[in-house]
RNA sequence: GGAUGCUUAGCUCAGUGGUAGAGCGCUGCCUUCACACGGCAGGGGUCACAGGUUCGAAUCCUGUAGCAUCCACCA
């Protein structure tokens, strides 16, 4: 074995190795017996390159299939790709822009085939970086979301819901994109707080000298929709207002003349109380107008600047121009009461960046409300649970309080509508331009002439179908029969909306299944102080340069012990480093074990042992094996990375690999070939088992230590299975004394400032030396704490110093005499605190009510305290006594 | 405005009724024949605050404060 281990050429060997053999290749079929276990990848976009959260998510997939695969399951961990409609046009339109084409001169089809050239050549880089994390998918295996199959899925589910009346088309307001040109949803939109003004305009009343009130102010963010209203609006009971409810107004700058109507939505507080109505953009305003039957005037082209329904010298403004004219219009007239500066909250396009406006127009629209309804049973049920659990809220909030989903996009990219229109508009949805004429034919009587609806779908249509698409549903495959529904989702909190909530809603309806049984969500990846990462900031890491650096074991093994049930975790180099330095002591352990000539050997029974120490790390080794399995079942990945480190290092490498050594170089044969062999075992134990979390330095050990047959891989190997051999017990218990004893004789050196070469002398009572089997551990006393052991008072107390172990005394044998008075006042101490312990469980246990209410293994337990607080107790008081004989 | 989290050692976080834990950092000692990306030994916390429930609260309940995130909000 190389002195260092060089994850670069090792990650090279195993990622290419695993392909060649095609050690993760799926067949449908092949694995009949073996119980299913599968997970669908959420697909990132084809225009993604891996960034931490990415490294994150994945990782955790692969723990999860690693080890499922090593349990005997039949695993399928599918991957695919998005086509990431709205994101992937800008890109390649941008890309064309720059050569100098124009994607409207180009025209639909061959920009369409601009798109899937690009796609061929750099679409998804991402797949490649995810092999250099170590991800054990089938790389020959990718679904596209726009690819045959999925497209026929699509147009399937598309037609199914538009036959049941779940997709309909309506002309309403929709948030609009005037940049993109394009609907967008409600979750494309971010809301940003920003400056602006609120300008208090006047209205006059038409006939205002009859009311003695001259006219009405509203206040407004946006004076140049003024030129949209219908009327103005004010609360009924209003006391301001309540006389001029019927009132009409003269709408300045126009001709028109609009009514005052009374509304329960208007909130009294705000503005002036009295809102102006322009149904045509605003959202509230449209509800508004409808209860009042008021007109929709529409001022605005899709690119968001003034149309012709309004006077001539604002038509072709954008809306800063009209804004501006408008105001200083207004101000000639005297109408202008006065502007407030305020920061409120504007939405724009989370893509484009552009203002989004609420706009009129014709959209096609899936009825989520009625299929949140299952899609809530089945999460209620408990039949979809969230890990953890309290996300079952958020996605509960959004559901019940759902609104009908735009589904349609004025964009190229992506799943064409399959929608034609008749002469007279009529709709005709079929699965092609033929089966849509045959149905025109048969409802017309003759053969019309038919024209395709332009629009797309929003790209969380196809990916909402992902869990059985990606199953070549509607085929009536073996493996959807088999693997749907999926085992689990791992997704972050983000997309819960996006895309989780409409997985639920869609596959419930089409499949009347549910897509998976587990959505674990994952926590965000912030930087090292929980700040956000982003380019602006420069704290942003790239998990490719981390893997470089410190390998992607160790980067995984961060990942996989950051994975806390929280929100978010901060991920910093130092923490990875410390991790990587993890790697390389398993690296160092492993050839330790190489140089002794330990070997692993899979006929070992672990029953057969009968060294205490030997007992001991095999007690242990089981323990953690079970801790780890519980962790990674529960996806505590955490609790598996701790359990693993904390054995592999503060127990195999700190104590047992120690106390091995002195055996080592002894002469007990018998012994010795037990110890390399329990030692073998062990670390092949551990290398086992942290082989989901670190796949490629397991992978060279189980070669380097033969663990796995010449040609085998461990990542196709069995997990380890092993129940604790009886007695085991009392060997722990015993090499644990012997582990306290040595601590305790190496602090007392520290604290006494004794040099660590030198051998002290101690001395242990006969007595004790039965009780504590000190002579079976005399040689690891010996080596570790590097003494030399007596037994019986041979030491003159006057040139010693003690420590108790668990009621065993140890002296310390110096080469000057002691300041019996400091040693005394240095046990008293210790004996204080002993007693002051004890009387605290004395108490408790005095106590009446925690006789009667605490539970019987709790008493037990702080009995058992008390006995053993008691007899370190006592003996150490015997111990001074003696002490103060000594000087007397 | 509505909701959900979080507040524990210098830092980052576990622990969720029974005597406060880890990693990193820090301090001292050690170039001991697997490993200085190492070893040994230490120091360090009235578990945000105030009430309540309980024999017993970091843990459960109520309230307060601060922080974070999501949703809503263009008068």
Redesign the pocket.
């Known amino acids: 074995m190389d002195?260092?281990f060089d994850h670069k050429s090792i990650e090279k060997k195993f990622t290419n190795k695993w392909e060649e053999q095609k050690i993760f290749s799926f067949s449908p079929g092949s694995k009949p017996s073996a119980q299913p276990y599968t997970i669908m990848l959420p697909p990132p976009n084809i225009t993604g390159s891996l960034h931490v959260g990415h490294a994150l998510c994945y990782t955790l997939q692969d723990v999860l299939i690693r080890y499922k695969r090593m349990k005997g399951f039949d695993v399928l961990w599918q991957l695919g790709l998005d086509h990431a409609g709205i994101v992937t046009q800008l890109l390649v339109e941008k890309e064309l822009t720059s050569k100098g084409i124009d994607r409207r001169q180009l025209g639909r089809e061959k920009f369409i085939d601009a798109v899937w050239e690009w796609k061929e050549q750099s679409g998804g880089t991402i797949l490649n970086q995810m092999r250099r994390l170590g991800t054990s998918g089938d790389f020959s295996r990718v679904c596209f979301t726009m690819d045959e199959q999925r497209q026929k899925a699509v147009r399937e589910v598309f037609i199914k819901l538009y036959n049941d009346s779940l997709i309909y088309r309506d002309k309403r307001l929709v948030n609009w994109d005037p940049e993109l040109k394009s609907a967008i949803s409600?979750?494309e939109?971010?809301?940003k707080e920003v400056d602006?003004s609120?300008w208090y305009i006047k209205y006059p009343l038409v006939d205002g000298e009859s009311c003695g009130q001259q006219y009405i102010t509203?206040?407004?963010?946006?004076p140049e929709t003024m030129l949209a209203d219908v009327a103005v609006?004010v609360h009924p009971d209003d006391a301001r207002y309540t006389g001029l409810i019927g009132k009409r107004l003269r709408l300045p700058l126009t001709d028109r003349v609009i009514p005052i109507v009374a509304d329960e939505?208007?909130?009294r507080e705000?503005?002036?109380?009295?809102?102006?109505v322009t149904p045509a953009?605003?959202?509230?305003d449209f509800e508004i107008g409808q209860r009042h039957g008021l007109e929709v005037i529409n001022i605005l082209t899709p690119d968001a600047k003034i149309n012709d329904n309004v006077a001539s010298e604002y038509r072709g403004l954008t809306q800063d121009q009209a804004r501006e004219l408008i105001l200083k219009q207004l101000a000639d007239l005297s109408l202008l009461e006065k502007e407030e500066k305020?920061k409120?909250?504007?939405?724009y396009a989370d893509r484009s960046g552009a203002?989004?406006?609420?706009y009129i127009t014709d959209q096609w629209f899936l009825d989520a409300p009625k299929l949140a309804v299952e899609a809530i049973r089945v999460v209620e049920s408990g039949e979809v649970r969230f890990v953890p659990k309290?996300w079952e809220?958020?996605y509960f909030?959004?559901m019940h309080?759902i609104k009908p989903w735009c589904i349609s996009r004025q964009i190229w990219w992506g799943h064409q509508i399959p929608a034609w229109y008749g002469p007279d508009d009529k709709i005709f949805v079929a699965n092609s331009d033929n089966d849509a004429h045959a149905l025109a034919e048969k409802h017309y009587g003759r053969r019309v002439e038919l024209r395709r609806d332009e629009d797309v779908l929003d790209t969380w249509f196809s990916s909402g179908l992902w869990t059985f698409t990606t199953l070549n549903w509607p085929d009536e495959t073996y493996e959807l029969k088999r693997r749907h529904p999926t085992d689990v989702l791992i997704t972050g909190?983000?997309i819960i909306?996006f895309w989780v909530a409409r997985m639920i809603m869609l596959t419930t309806y089409v499949c009347k299944q549910i897509p998976f049984k587990d959505i674990y969500i994952h926590a965000i990846v912030?930087d090292?102080?929980?700040r956000?990462m982003s380019k602006s900031k420069g704290n942003v890491l790239d998990p490719l340069d981390l893997i470089d650096e410190f390998g992607a074991d160790a980067l995984r093994f961060t990942i996989a012990s950051?994975c806390?049930?929280?929100?978010?975790?901060?991920m910093g180099e130092?923490?990875i480093?410390?991790y990587?330095?993890f790697?390389?002591?398993l690296w160092?352990?492993t050839?330790?074990l190489v140089?002794n000539e330990c070997k692993y050997d899979d006929r070992f029974d672990v029953s057969s042992v009968k060294a205490s120490i030997n007992q001991w790390i095999i007690a242990k080794v089981i323990r953690t094996i079970a801790d780890t399995e519980n962790a990674i079942e529960g996806y505590r990945f955490?609790?598996a990375a701790?359990a693993i480190?904390?054995s592999v290092?503060?127990m195999f490498?700190?104590?047992y690999?120690?106390l091995v050594?002195p055996i080592m170089n002894g002469n007990n044969q018998e012994k010795i070939v037990e110890t390399k062999l329990t030692a073998g075992w062990a670390i092949a134990q551990f290398i086992k088992i942290l082989h989901p979390i670190a796949p490629f330095i397991t992978e060279e050990l189980a070669e380097a230590f033969a663990i796995t047959e010449k040609d085998a891989f461990l990542s196709a190997s069995s997990w380890p299975c092993y129940s604790l051999p009886k007695g085991f017990d009392k060997s722990t218990e015993e090499v644990e004394w012997a582990c306290q004893a040595?601590?305790a004789i190496?602090?007392m050196?520290?604290?006494m400032?004794l040099?660590?070469?030198d051998i002290l002398k101690i001395v242990i009572s006969e007595a004790d030396k039965t009780k504590y089997s000190v002579d079976k551990y005399e040689i690891f006393i010996q080596k570790l704490a590097k003494v030399d052991v007596k037994y019986g008072p041979t030491y003159n107390s006057l040139t010693t110093v003690s420590v108790i172990v668990e009621g065993c005394v140890i002296k310390i044998a110096l080469d000057q005499s002691v300041d019996i008075q400091k040693e005394k006042s240095r046990l008293q101490a210790e004996l204080t605190k002993l007693q002051a312990?004890s009387q605290?469980?004395h108490a408790?246990l005095a106590?009446q009510?925690?006789l009667?209410?605490?539970?019987e293994s709790?008493i037990a337990?702080?009995k058992q305290?008390l006995i053993s607080?008691e007899t370190r107790a006592n003996r150490l008081q015997e111990f001074i006594a003696s002490l103060n004989n000594t000087t007397s």
């Open positions: 002195k260092t409600d979750l939109i971010v809301n602006g609120m509203i206040a407004t963010t946006r609006a939505y208007i909130d705000k503005g002036s109380g009295a809102l102006k953009h605003d959202f509230n305020i409120h909250f504007v939405p203002r989004v406006e609420p309290n809220n958020t909030d959004w309080n909190f983000d909306f912030r090292e102080k929980g956000k950051l806390t049930p929280t929100r978010s975790v901060n130092e923490r480093a410390g990587r330095n790697i390389t002591k160092n352990a050839r330790f140089m955490d609790e701790k480190y904390q290092w503060g490498c700190d104590w690999l120690e050594k040595i601590s190496r602090s050196r520290s604290d400032h040099p660590p070469s312990d605290n469980i408790r106590n009510g925690f009667a209410k605490a539970s709790v337990d702080h305290q607080l």
